[in-house]
């Protein structure tokens, strides 16, 4: 399911070529706007799609494998420090999810690992990784489950 | 110099007539290489269709005095000042080359049309203006040209490359470059002067003959494209995008994926838009 671009949306900023990690989002020499210059070697990896400001960028599905309209779209807002996506099914339903995409603002509070103090003999030789009880909220009331966040977990495809 | 209609000096070597000849003749390629470009791409057809498609997917009708306003924001936004770019140096670039243009095609149309002969003064501020709008095109055209093209700046090509896509800005720069040129040239009595109108008029020719194949049709288009987007932002259907998250909205902020923001700032900073797409 490779990514396409709408032309007239494009503005031709570069984001998607600086973005791409398999490097085929170029520019067209004849508009001077995005294309995907080798859509089989695309892995869907929505990053181009992500980063267009324009939201000029979608991702095709395969004709026998979508054929009656699917769309699966994505609104990263980073100011906000959130990302939406909108999926819509062929049967016409839609769901919608909203997630962080990160909880400090851009830039800031990057870890400086330079400064910390090394870790003891002690840590080195012990089975969990680094600051790995605090990283995963171990430290934190004991192991999350759902039950623990009040979740029941449902069997089967729930819409 | 700055004070010296080039036109009107010319027209004791060529008649007025074929002055304003030419520049209705350039008017009409204009028109006419717009039309078939619509009529070849079929951009018409498909934006229409576009238009019905959308609208069909909107959860409320745009009503026709909704749409004006749309227009009219359109207008004032898109166009006016070229919101839709997000990168401030070519939204600058953008700004220069357009004001220039329309300031240097709107004085040749009163100097051509208004004051022509040598006798008949055009006033002090009409040449001004076809000085400044000729200096502006120059310097927002070279900036994107050199500096701000998405080819040089996130593909790393040279900066001489030139390929199609190119014939539009190339030869408006040329063209308005060597109307500088000429006019120097023609105010100091170089023996140049002749070269330089023939090399200037073949690049004016090719600037407006060259529409079919040039981005000279953005002028158009691009507007279109952006009411399209306002009216389908209007209509509900957003081209199937999500809604716009808002985080001061308690069923938005409670939801249980958004739990780990509930303490973050608003405003969390620019992200990916930090630095400009130069990394190739």
Redesign the interface.
Known sequence: MPTFVYMTRCDGCGHCVDICPSDIMHIDKTYRRAYNIEPNMCWECYSCVKACPQNAIDVRGYADFAPLGHSVRVLREEEKGTISWKIKFRDGTEKSFLSPITTKPWGRDIPKLKDVDGPSQEMRDSQLLYNEPKYIRFDDGGVHTLESNGLKFKQGVVY | MFSINPFAELSASIPTSVMQTYVVVMVLLVVGGTVFDVIHKKSATYFFRNWKKAASKGTRTVGSGEIVSLAVQTAVVEVATSA????PK?RIAHLLTMYGFVAYVAAIIMMVFCYPMAGSTAPAIVVQLWYLGAAMVCVGGYWFWFFI???V???GNSPLRF????IFIVSLMVSVTLALIWAYLQATGNAWTNVALGAYLLTTTIFFGSVPWS?FSHMF??PA?AL??RVANADGSR???????D?TNPA?RD????E??KD???????????EA????
């Open positions: 839709e770019f997000c990168n070519r093209r998405v080819d700046a996130a593909e390929v199609q896509a190119d981005k288009f691009k494209a399209q987007k081209s199937n995008l999500p809604k716009p998250a985080r938005e939801r249980h994926s958004m780990l923001l973050a700032p608003l405003n969390m900073g620019l992200g990916i838009k930090r797409p130069r990394h190739y």
